[in-house]
């Protein structure tokens, strides 16, 4: 929609891949030795890194103690994976992305939507190879190793809900994609013990690393073509580490600004008005904030609502001017 009424937007690169479950007691001793199930300690967590021959990086990304690997898909006839872990992190699996990083303009066309149709085709692709009914595709670490499509899981039971489909992950994912994984790892065995398991399970597919666009903003928080729009969050392409809380930050009192200009003081006719807000420029009544939205610009003017009872008229209670 925003796309379509001409809000500048610009491709950024993503990362695509699957998710990976171990038992928790093998990711335990690999990173804690000998102490490994103290209570003190919990359940171990990771990060891994590599750097691919094909120029790829390859990493470890939202991993999971203790936690369970859960759909996320949007979108009919499209299967997606993401993890999540309780507070407890007691569940039998530890389970983490392990993704592929893509570019604009090398992977899909250096254009606004195409990380999207990108993201699509291969949902639907893990959709088909994971039977056709939400099940989702699935592949032991040691087959996926030798180049074999698995017909059977082993001791590592996955999580995924409502469940999965032994299968070829090469069929669902971009084949510099496959590559990577395969060079990197063995490489992550070396730095975690027991990681490239025979019976790990490799479940699929991984592709909302982050937004596959961006909604460019000025420096004062708004859409550089389109003013009054502030882009934010993750879908804006604005997410991860201090990202969020700056925009709050340095954002939000230039938008209350804006906000509190179409605002004024209630001169109620029948008295009823007392302060409310934190701002002179607000109070309430009996029916509500009075708020002008003819002073917002054009893009706010939609989304305040008025704040009267849908029984009174506009303004009624106010007397006119102000």
């Known amino acids: 929609m925003l796309h379509d009424e001409g809000v500048s937007m610009q491709a950024k690169p993503f990362s695509i891949g699957v998710r990976i479950e171990h038992p928790q007691s093998v990711i335990d001793t690999a990173q804690f030795g000998s102490a490994a199930g103290s209570s003190l300690l919990g359940a171990a967590e990771y990060r891994l890194v590599h750097h691919a021959a094909n120029g790829r990086g390859v990493y470890s990304f939202c991993m999971c103690p203790g936690g369970t690997v859960v759909a996320a898909t949007s979108e009919e006839g499209q299967v997606v994976t993401n993890g999540m872990s309780q507070y407890s992190r007691a569940e039998r699996n530890a389970n983490s992305g392990i993704v592929v990083e893509l570019r604009p303009g090398q992977d899909?066309?250096?254009?606004?939507?195409?990380?999207?149709?990108?993201?699509?085709?291969?949902?639907k692709q893990a959709f088909v190879a994971g039977g056709g009914d939400y099940r989702?595709?699935?592949?032991?670490?040691?087959d996926f190793l030798a180049g074999r499509a698995s017909v059977s899981l082993g001791e590592v039971v996955p999580s995924y809900r409502p469940g999965v489909t032994?299968?070829?992950?090469?069929t669902c994912l971009p084949d510099f994609v496959v590559e990577a994984l395969r060079e990197a790892l063995p490489h992550f065995d070396r730095k975690l013990k027991g990681y490239t398991m025979e019976d790990a399970v490799m479940t699929g597919v991984e592709t909302?690393?982050?937004?596959?666009l961006r909604i460019p903003r000025g420096e004062a928080g708004q859409s550089v073509n389109t003013p009054g729009l502030?882009?934010?969050?993750?879908?804006a392409g604005y997410a991860g580490g201090f990202s969020p809380r700056r925009w709050m930050v340095s954002v939000w009192p230039k938008l209350w600004r804006v906000i509190s200009r179409a605002c004024r003081p209630p001169l109620c006719n029948i008295g009823c008005c007392k302060p409310a807000l934190p701002h002179p420029g607000i109070r309430r009544c009996g029916w509500g904030v009075s708020v002008r939205p003819e002073r917002l610009p054009p893009v706010h003017?939609?989304?305040v609502a008025h704040p009267?009872?849908?029984?009174?008229?506009p303004r009624q209670c106010f007397q006119a001017g102000g």
Do not use: K, M
Request: cysteine-free.
């Open 108 to 123: 899909y066309p250096d254009e606004p939507l195409a990380g999207v149709a990108f993201q699509r085709h291969w949902e």
């Open 136 to 142: 989702a595709p699935a592949q032991r670490v040691g």
């Open 166 to 170: 032994p299968t070829d992950l090469s």
């Open 208 to 212: 909302r690393t982050s937004s596959p």
């Open 230 to 235: 502030y882009p934010a969050g993750e879908g």
């Open 301 to 303: 003017r939609n989304v």
């Open 308 to 313: 009267h009872a849908p029984s009174a008229p």
